[in-house]
């Protein structure tokens, strides 16, 4: 049987949370403002070290890692759209490269569809 003040008895002891992920800090501040978050949380998804380096180098690490185990297919000779050139898409985008294959960037900001260019992504 399911306990509804499960989470509420959690909460009690919880001294606080990280959260990592723009849905779940969205959330967070739904959460603060009505009242219903019931420990401190700290977002760690807008801090430099999260957006400026596991945005970009974890996604270029994991993705071609992640895309080989599932598929058993090599990425050479592919083609790869990447939707966006923020930095999450660029270390898509350089992964891709890397791997072998042909990538396309998609972007709707002028400025980042211009960076996708000047890199060399079609």
Known sequence: KADPKKWHKVAEQCVGVSEETTTGVHRLYEMEKSGTLLFPAINVNDSCTKSKFDNLYGCRHSLPDSIMRATDVMI??????????????????MAMKAAGARTIVTEIDPICALQACMEGYE
């Open 76 to 93: 050479a000779g592919k083609v790869a759209v990447i939707c966006g050139f923020g930095d999450v898409g660029k270390g898509c985008a």
